[in-house]
């Protein structure tokens, strides 16, 4: 799912006055070429933080990825990274505003610096890589079903240590479940794009102990024929699948979202590259996102030592 067609999207652009500022922002900020971040490109070349460092500084080097300053314009958190097609091939630009200062050298006469953590900077720039790679090849990530299958946990999971405090989910064990898996259903057709309706049904059921076969089986009819194709839509259907659901709405869960996650998180809930990174982010140790919150869901999902091998593939 593109940003511009996610629901979150629509909810916060109101009068179209997001897209006009990220307009401005790539045709009014300053580039922040590699003379900016010396000093932390060194310590990312000397460190490595991941197995696809060395694919990702390339497509910095290169241009692909490009780095954005603006003095006057306030981008918002939600929005780290923001992918354009064009003449020159797809871009993606970083707004680093709300991470960084760009400050003036005392030594050097007419030099200036980004101030930012390297942990934070790099966590960007593997961020925005994913979303380049999608935005060129994005079926190298789609057909990576052992990828998904770690994503999709961690997905539901964070939505679910949500729900089961708000909704009190964890005392109706059925309801738990099925809510469970429509969280995994929808990102798996929706967020990661998997076309094969059958094959989205069999990965969504995994890890489901509490409700039968022939109740998935009448869960995923309905939800089939709810014709969910964003994250409104979802949660609208959830009210139907459990009494205690019944108040959920868009507006609220997506405040509950960024206050439990970080606003930086909020696009995670329905653009694959923007919950890509927060995965990444997470891992590295980058406090861009909320860390410790997300890595003790990310910590127990079994197999995910196996999440950068699985990016190796794509990179």
């Known amino acids: ?5 996610s629901s979150v999207y629509r909810l916060y652009n109101t009068s179209a006055e997001l ?30 933080p991941t197995p696809i ?23 918002p958190q939600a929005i780290p990274f923001f992918a354009v097609k064009t003449p020159n091939g797809v871009k993606v630009f970083i707004f680093v505003n709300n991470y960084a200062k760009v400050i003036k050298s005392k030594t050097e006469l007419n030099k200036n610096y980004l101030n930012i953590q390297m942990k934070d900077l790099y966590s960007l720039l593997e961020g925005t890589y994913i979303a380049y790679k999608y935005a ?29 405090k708000e909704y009190a989910l964890s005392m109706d064990l059925e309801s738990y479940d099925k809510v469970l898996f429509c969280l995994n259903k929808f990102f798996i057709e ?23 076969v022939s109740t998935i089986g009448l869960l995923n009819e309905e939800y089939n024929n709810a014709n969910i194709d964003n994250i409104e839509k979802l949660l609208e259907f959830l009210r139907t699948v459990s009494p205690r659901m019944r108040t959920v709405s868009l507006r609220y869960t997506s405040q509950q979202y960024m206050n439990a996650y970080k606003p930086t998180a909020l696009f995670a809930m329905e653009v694959l590259p923007y919950f890509m990174f927060v995965i990444q982010a997470t891992m590295i140790g980058s406090f861009l996102v909320n860390s410790p919150m997300i890595g003790d869901v990310v910590k127990n999902i079994k197999g995910i030592n196996k999440f950068y091998p699985e990016l190796v593939k794509i990179s």
């Open 136 to 164: 060129t090849n994005g079926t190298m990530i789609t057909r990576n079903y052992a990828l998904m299958k770690l994503c999709m946990e961690a997905y539901s999971l964070m939505f679910m240590r949500l729900f089961a």
């Open 19 to 48: 897209s006009q500022t990220l307009v401005k922002a790539i045709k009014n900020s300053t580039v922040i070429d590699k003379s900016y971040i010396e000093e932390q490109i060194l310590q990312i070349e000397k460190s490595k």
């Open 1 to 5: 799912m593109a940003l511009s067609d």
């Open 190 to 212: 929706k967020v990661w794009g998997l076309t094969n309706i059958e094959m989205a049904s069999s990965y969504a059921s995994n890890y489901l102990r509490n409700i039968n």
């Open 53 to 75: 460092t060395s694919s990702v500084m390339d497509a910095f080097y290169n241009g692909d990825i490009v780095l954005l300053y603006s003095k006057i314009l306030k981008i």
